[in-house]
């Protein structure tokens, strides 16, 4: 059965592949699962239809026959328990991809994703400039730690797993930011992680929806 991811319609990113169904995508490609999209708008995304799937009326959500789910992470998670690819076959090294998968969205993404809405939202705001330290310096705090055990690593633990995958899709949120370059092992983790064909094609994917979007 092909599971329905849904996805903006127009997307606030424009298209550079930060939205959160981009990781859901990236999953599905990475373990060559067939999927269809369904486009949502932000008023529809508000509406009883959506809400049933997602209380929060966010995006993604992934139905799958009588299943459906919500929130990337456990998304991701469960493609990558039911398919090959994603998780190691070792009882030991899968706890550990899962714990990373917690430590990319619990530990690494709150103070990224705060930031950048600080610089949309509160730019014109007189403590603007000491919220945006504060965030940046809490970002320094995990990316510091990070790099560290990284090191030279090519992935985070062992061959690339769920727990690279959705590292590497918050990491993304501070390309366009000088902040990712101060930890050039991280940079390179992270290109090597859009190196990936399965990201290529899920970001393909995604682009093609705001450039039709953009262009109808």
């Known amino acids: 059965m092909i599971p329905t991811i849904t996805a903006f319609e127009r997307s606030p990113d ?41 209380p929060f009326g966010q995006i993604p959500t992934y139905e799958e026959g009588d299943l459906a789910l919500f929130e990337s992470g456990s998304i991701v998670l469960h493609i990558a328990e039911r398919h090959a690819g994603l998780l190691p076959e070792n009882a030991n090294a899968r706890a550990r991809a899962i714990t990373w998968m917690f430590a ?43 790099s560290d055990r990284l090191g030279d690593a090519e992935w985070l633990d062992g061959g ?16 366009g930011s000088s902040i990712l370059d101060e930890y050039p092992n991280l940079s390179a983790y992270v290109a090597r992680g859009e190196a990936r064909p399965a990201y290529k094609r899920a970001f393909d994917a995604q682009l093609a929806v705001f450039t039709a979007a953009s262009t109808g």
């Not at 727990?163 to 990491?171: F, N, R």
């Open 14 to 54: 424009r298209g550079k592949g930060l939205a959160r169904d981009m990781r859901v995508r990236w999953a599905l490609e990475e373990v060559g699962q067939p999927y269809d999209v369904r486009l949502l708008s932000f008023k529809a995304m508000k509406e009883p239809a959506h809400l049933a799937l997602q």
């Open 104 to 146: 990319a969205l619990n530990t690494v993404e709150p103070p990224i994703f705060d930031r950048a809405l600080c610089t949309i939202l509160e730019r014109d705001k007189p403590w603007y400039e000491q919220r945006l330290r504060y965030f940046e310096d809490s970002i320094r705090n995990r990316l510091g730690k990070l």
């Open 160 to 175: 690339f797993s769920a727990g690279d995958l959705l590292m590497v899709t918050v990491l993304l949120r501070l390309k």
